[in-house]
Each structure stands twice: as structure tokens, then as C-alpha cells.
């Protein structure tokens, strides 16, 4: 059972932005239990690859070094909504993207086996 739902997959030229939401379900995002919430996405053939996380609370993100500049991880606690604007998109683009939730006091380093819950992706392809 999918914790997030995530949208706004879809269909991109490539040079141009997309903002993907994903909305909890179940939980808070200011919840005690939470920590780091964050994106991930796997493309055709590749391992599933941490770009970005917030942490409640915390002065600022955290990006992997492949997403520093081109995306930007957001929150709206009170919506428990998480997004990620991507800008300057790029066929390397093309995965499905996930949000996801780590417990608290982890998820900063972006890896996957450090997050519980999770949606069931949306699909961002990019080609003109």
C-alpha cells in the first residue's frame, strides 16, 4: 500500500520544467516518526537513484550532486505535500519518479534503503 501519491508526470520537451507533487497518505510530514522526505527515480535498466530531501525543520534541502541546479525539492506541511520542480529537462530525465518518507533522524544520505514508505512513482519521459 502506496504512503504517497505522487503527479504531474508526463510528456516533456526537452529545455523544459515540470513540478511533481506527491501527497501523503496516512501520516503527516511533521509527524515525530519522519524524517528526511524526499525524491528518487529510476530510469529503464538503472538502480533507483536519491536526488533531493527535506527535513522538517531543517534551514535547507539536501540534493545528490546530480540534481544540484536543475531541481529544487519543496514542502507544504500543512498539505503534506512535497514537491520537486525540475527545470531544463534533459532525456537522461526520463524515469519514473518516486516520493518517499525516511524515519526520523535518517534519509540524508539519500539512499533507499533508508526510506519506508513510499508511492507508487509517476512517469516523466522527456523527448520532442
Known amino acids: 500500500q502506496s504512503q504517497f501519491v505522487e503527479s504531474g508526470g508526463g510528456l516533456v520537451q526537452p529545455g523544459g520544467s515540470l513540478t511533481l507533487s506527491c501527497v501523503t497518505s496516512?501520516?503527516?510530514?511533521?509527524?515525530?516518526?519522519?524524517?528526511?522526505v524526499g525524491w528518487f527515480r529510476q530510469a529503464p535498466g538503472k538502480r533507483r537513484e536519491g536526488l533531493a530531501c527535506?527535513?522538517?525543520?531543517?534551514?535547507?534541502?539536501h540534493y545528490a550532486a546530480s540534481a544540484e541546479g536543475r531541481f529544487t525539492i519543496s514542502r507544504d506541511n500543512a498539505k503534506n505535500t512535497v514537491h520537486l520542480q525540475i527545470n531544463n529537462l534533459k532525456p537522461e530525465d526520463t524515469a519514473v519518479y518516486y516520493c518517499?518518507?525516511?524515519?526520523?533522524?535518517?534519509?540524508?544520505?539519500?539512499?533507499?534503503?533508508?526510506?519506508?514508505?513510499w508511492g507508487q512513482g509517476t512517469q516523466v519521459t522527456v523527448s520532442s
Open positions: 518517499a518518507a525516511a524515519p526520523r533522524h535518517y534519509g540524508l544520505g539519500l539512499q533507499e534503503y533508508e526510506y519506508h514508505y
Open positions: 496516512g501520516f503527516n510530514l511533521d509527524d515525530a516518526t519522519i524524517g528526511c
Open positions: 527535506s527535513e522538517y525543520g531543517a534551514p535547507s534541502p
